[in-house]
């Protein structure tokens, strides 16, 4: 997908939609791969159009967008548990 196959239109109104930019940044909401390349599609089309997203949106999330980028379709973060000791358990 590109801003060309989204339109300029349809980008300023994904990034003017109050929220809608923090959703497609939230990797912890797709489940399935044709989702997370769609998230990512659209996240690539507005990373294309740096004029227009400088309009819009902020700093530290044009920088988001730059790394979800960066980071590709695919990227899960890995996640680092912690337990208990075992003699907390009674």
Not at 68 to 82: C, D, E, K, M, S
């Amino acid at each position: 997908m590109c801003v060309r196959c989204v339109g300029v239109q349809g980008v300023s109104m994904i990034v003017g939609t109050a929220g809608f930019v923090e959703y497609l940044l939230d990797r912890k909401t797709e489940f399935h791969v044709s989702g997370m390349r769609a998230k990512y599609d659209v996240i690539r089309a507005i990373d294309a159009s740096p004029s227009l997203a400088a309009t819009h949106i902020n700093a530290p999330t044009r920088t988001q967008i730059h790394e979800y980028v960066r980071q590709g379709a695919h990227y899960a973060p890995l996640t680092v548990g912690v337990m208990a000791p075992v003699s907390n358990f009674k």
